[in-house]
């Protein structure tokens, strides 16, 4: 489960259905769209989230079949050396079995798609500017690629396992039945997945909005425009600022509510919308409208909410 496309935490809908509103619904702001230009964009953001999908799906089933592995493996070791060993495993070690496991797939999987992301995000950025030149950054998106694998299977990943771990295990020293045991872990880890997963979902669309930072940077552009789903389930921070172009100064007044950088995080946990960085002439070509101060107020507002 999660809460919506976009995050708003009164409203619960299974994620494939959140998508695929989303999706839709950027399929019809396209053919809706005021100019080519614009509809061109909103397509590549389509094609970006569909990319930031498939890395959340391709995870979430490496994952279950990781657990089931590592299940298989805490079990066996138990039995042969006792739960100290498992308990008091470092976090390099319990890694290894986790990659042992399944997660090494689950690693592969995820680099794959970061490199489709970022294909995507090539396609947004030359949607605004053709001439853009990216070269440079060549580096510095390998270097954000690896943090990000390494703040998802280190940051978030292997520390939850851990705990659950050891939380169970310690049942063993009060002769409670291995069986019961590893029935309470794997009801534990499945328990913990679901938060795992919203944050990983929130760090992979942290990698994308990352990437278009880093490219405004570059091309020196201060201006963004936010782009994404505008249906029945989104945020009102969210509602208050699509398709309007925000420039630096405002975005650092933005505040999401969530404690998360607006920049790469936009509406927060579970967000679905981006911004893209714009330039002069096409917020011309596209008849962008440049958000006002009472936008950002209402954005704020809907934040606190």
Not at 176 to 197: F, H, K
Request: aromatic letters at 2%; one cysteine or more.
């Amino acid at each position: 489960m999660l809460y919506c496309s976009c995050g708003q935490p009164t409203i619960t809908l299974m994620s494939e259905d959140a998508d695929k509103r989303a999706i839709d619904d950027l399929s019809k702001q396209a053919q809706e769209a005021s100019s080519a230009t614009m509809a061109t964009l909103i397509r590549a953001r389509r094609d970006q989230i569909r990319a930031e999908i498939t890395a959340e799906q391709e995870i979430e089933k490496a994952l279950k079949k990781s657990m089931a592995s590592l299940l298989d493996t805490i079990e066996q070791a138990v039995q042969a050396t006792g739960p100290a060993s498992i308990i008091n495993a470092s976090d390099d070690e319990l890694l290894d079995l986790l990659i042992a496991g399944g997660l090494g797939e689950a690693i592969d999987d995820l680099t794959t798609q970061q490199s489709k992301i970022q294909t995507s995000v090539n396609k947004v950025l030359t949607a605004i500017e053709p001439d853009l030149d990216l070269s440079s950054l060549a580096l510095s998106v390998d270097e954000l690629s690896a943090q990000n694998i390494e703040d998802i299977f280190e940051g978030v990943i292997v520390p939850s396992i851990k705990q659950n771990i050891r939380d169970s295990l310690r049942d063993l020293e009060v002769n409670v039945p291995l069986n019961t045991v590893m029935s309470n872990l794997q009801l534990q880890m499945n328990r913990s997945q679901g938060r795992q997963l919203t944050v990983i979902k929130t760090k992979i669309s942290q990698y994308g909005r990352g990437l278009t930072a880093m490219a405004s940077a570059v091309a020196e552009l201060d201006h963004y425009l936010y782009t994404g789903p505008r249906d029945g389930i989104t945020r009102d921070f969210c509602r208050a600022l699509v398709n309007l172009v925000v420039d630096e100064k405002q975005m650092t007044k933005l505040n999401n509510g969530q404690g998360l950088a607006v920049k790469t995080s936009g509406g927060g946990y579970n967000c679905r919308h981006s911004w893209s960085p714009v330039t002069e002439s096409f917020m011309q070509a596209a008849n962008l409208t440049k958000a006002k101060s009472s936008d950002i107020s209402k954005a704020n507002k809907g934040g606190k909410q």
